[in-house]
């Protein structure tokens, strides 16, 4: 029989993109608080942009994460664009989306097969699930290696891509250089489609959350690397409106700022995507999704991975669509010359909506910059499900409650989560 008063403590969390903890106080039999504590120091790069060359964001916020660095670049060259009252030809800002589908591709079959299939499996890690399951893990390691070859091919590298620069990139490729890949991304389609079957089969716990969702949406595609901002409960609104509607503030365990929209809870991501730009899949990522049953809005986090592997059948069909119709742009880049102004660009990256915000002084330098990942936006709906699920197993013992928040925190694949054994939690009585 498990104590009334129970306090569950995280300790370091290794192997991830980031160091945090998880403290969970129970009381007299009930949940008292949950704390997402992320302790990482600051790293303090919207301080150390102020100052910088306006060409310089692109290339410098790349480096705030090394799975998704297209989503910083894109963002970023999005917002400086907006500020220098410039926007790219049609044709450069297709081949970014295509750069872009590669980072869905292999970021998503990452988090995928690598962090989260073996908590759904009954594995430890992916070590232990590759002696019974080799050629599943095989073929999730062939179709990451379909998403790093787009983005080595179209960005100069895997991780932090160079060949991307605002106004468009340094080179862009031949119909002909595309033939390769397109041949790999045929391929691995069928992979792709194999993988949401797979996790399709899965068991999943009943769990819906009444999280508001917050995305983009773009006319006649399903948004990757541009669009305006949508809810589920209220009215789009623009790009520059953002920082009105999104609020941060700090709490005092945590390094990281919590985000409120309009004062509220909200959840961006895979699920607040697919639930408000279903309509937009392409026909082959819809079929994948009607059969797997997904159904729009998709509410319960658990089932987070089967919209991955549906967004993951989109760009790699979406990155086949953009070679199909491709014709060399007639130049590389457009010159974005420095203007005083303020600048607001989105994306989607992996994980949910991007933000960043700068102000270019007369002197063509950064005089202010802002950026809201995803990861600290979805804080306080990660906090608010992990209090929910702990809620409502107060039954289980120390060791089954912990496994569980595990599973609770990496369905939403937060960027501390990089690596498959997710967190140690030691459990203090009282």
């Not at 480096?63 to 009252?85: D, H, K, L, M, T």
């Not at 983005?151 to 031949?174: C, D, K, Q, W």
């Not at 330098?365 to 929910?388: D, G, H, M, Y």
């Not at 409650?401 to 997710?422: G, K, M, Q």
Request: hydrophobic share 40%; net charge negative.
């Amino acid at each position: 029989m498990t104590p009334r008063d129970r306090t569950l403590s995280v300790g370091t969390i290794t192997r991830v993109e980031g160091e945090g903890a998880l403290h969970v106080t129970l009381k007299d039999g009930a949940l008292e608080s949950v704390q997402l504590n992320i302790y990482e120091p600051p790293r303090f790069f919207e301080a150390f942009l102020r100052g910088r060359a306006h060409t310089e964001p692109p290339d410098l916020t790349a480096r705030v994460c090394g799975i998704c660095p297209v989503a910083y670049q894109v963002s970023a060259c999005n917002a400086i664009e907006q500020a220098c009252g410039v926007e790219p030809d049609a044709d450069l800002v297709a081949l970014r989306r295509l750069l872009y589908c590669g980072e869905w591709i292999h970021s998503h079959v990452l988090h995928i097969y690598l962090l989260h299939a073996p908590d759904f499996l009954g594995y430890d890690d992916i070590i232990g699930m590759s002696r019974d399951h080799r050629e599943v893990v095989e073929r999730g390691l062939e179709l990451k290696k379909s998403g790093n070859r787009l983005m080595e091919f179209v960005g100069g590298r895997a991780i932090h891509p160079v060949n991307l620069r605002l106004g468009g990139f340094y080179s862009v490729p031949t119909r002909l250089e595309l033939k390769p890949i397109a041949e790999q991304l045929r391929r691995a389609l069928d992979d792709a489609l194999a993988t949401v079957e797979w996790v399709a089969g899965f068991e999943f716990p009943d769990l819906d959350l009444d999280h508001e969702f917050l995305a983009l949406t773009a006319a006649g595609q399903y948004p990757i690397e541009n669009g305006t901002i949508a809810r589920s409960a209220g009215q789009p609104f623009p790009v520059a409106e953002f920082t009105s509607h999104v609020v941060e503030a700090q709490v005092p365990y945590s390094t990281a700022l919590h985000a409120t929209l309009d004062g509220g809870r909200y959840l961006t991501g895979p699920l607040a995507r697919y639930s408000l730009n279903s309509s937009a899949l392409s026909p082959v990522a819809a079929q994948a999704a009607a059969r797997a049953g997904l159904s729009a809005p998709c509410r319960n986090p658990f089932r987070s991975i089967v919209v991955r592997a549906v967004e993951v059948v989109y760009a790699i069909e979406e990155a086949l669509r953009i070679i199909d119709e491709y014709q060399r742009p007639s130049r590389p880049f457009m010159d974005v010359p420095a203007r005083a102004g303020v600048g607001h660009g989105v994306s989607e990256a992996p994980r949910g909506l991007l933000y960043h915000r700068y102000r270019i002084g007369a002197d063509g330098l950064v005089a202010a910059a802002t950026i809201i990942p995803p990861t600290s936006q979805n804080q306080a709906a990660i906090e608010a499900a992990l209090a929910r699920v702990v809620s409502e197993n107060l039954e289980l013992e120390d060791t089954a409650l912990s496994a569980l928040c595990e599973r609770v925190i990496r369905n939403y694949d937060p960027c501390i989560s990089c690596s498959t054994h997710f967190l140690s939690l030691t459990v203090q009585r009282t």
